[in-house]
Nanobody, 123 residues
């Protein structure tokens, strides 16, 4: 069973940084590709970043390339999202998700989702 819990959200000024974490309490974390998604008020949930089960492959939305970095530590059952140069448009609830199929931007690849953590960026 996969249970995902995000942490690390908060309020940051534009240009600042945050690191989000997503921990899985299960025993099969290394078998899953992981993704980060975000949803701003009044908008659809959108893809942010994804990483393969072993961490060797990553993918990013164009809007965050060069600013965000996804990584994972399978020994700690945790996936991270390092967010630098944050902009007000990055403000959203960020959720992690786990896929038994493969990494990717499509939300239907992911069977398990966390509750999300709020990121607020002040101008």
């Amino acid at each position: 069973q996969v249970q995902l819990v995000e942490s690390g959200g908060g309020l940051v000024q534009a240009g600042g940084s945050l690191r989000l974490s997503c921990a899985d309490s299960g025993r099969t974390f290394s078998s899953y590709a992981m993704g980060w998604f975000r949803q701003a008020p009044g908008k659809e949930r959108e893809f942010v970043a994804a990483i393969s089960w072993g961490g060797g492959s990553t993918d990013y939305a164009d809007s965050v390339k060069g600013r965000f970095t996804i990584s994972r530590d399978n020994a700690k059952n945790t996936v991270y999202l390092q967010m630098n140069s944050l902009k007000p448009d990055d403000a959203a609830v960020y959720s992690c998700a786990a896929s038994r199929v493969r990494m990717g931007a499509r939300q239907d690849l992911y069977a398990y989702w966390g509750q999300g953590t709020q990121v607020t960026v002040s101008a």
